[in-house]
């Protein structure tokens, strides 16, 4: 599901990845790879609330990823569904083995 064509950026002390957010869903979760590359999550979040999706979404990649909340930020994109993403602590690699682990 994840073999993806998006790209993860070497960060300031972690790495960067583009996410496109879908509203209103059932539940969170990954679906696949937006046609722009960036990585396409579901949230339960209202698209009237910027604040809360952006809450929601850091909580989903915090579990998802095994990383504290705080370790994640919204770096462009607080108020569209396009949004860059950055991990500290979490070099591409690493970040990649992890998305691999979710394939399997």
Known sequence: ?????FE?????GGAAFA???ITRAERAEIAGVHESGALRIRLTA??????GINRELIAFLAEWLH???GAIEIVAGLKGRDKLVSVDGL???ALDE???ADEG
């Open 46 to 51: 209202s698209p009237s609330d910027p604040e």
């Open 98 to 100: 992890r998305l691999e």
């Open 19 to 21: 996410v496109h957010v």
């Open 67 to 69: 990383v504290a909340p």
């Open 8 to 12: 993860i950026r070497d960060a300031v």
């Open 1 to 5: 599901m994840l073999r993806r064509k």
């Open 91 to 93: 070099n591409p690699a």
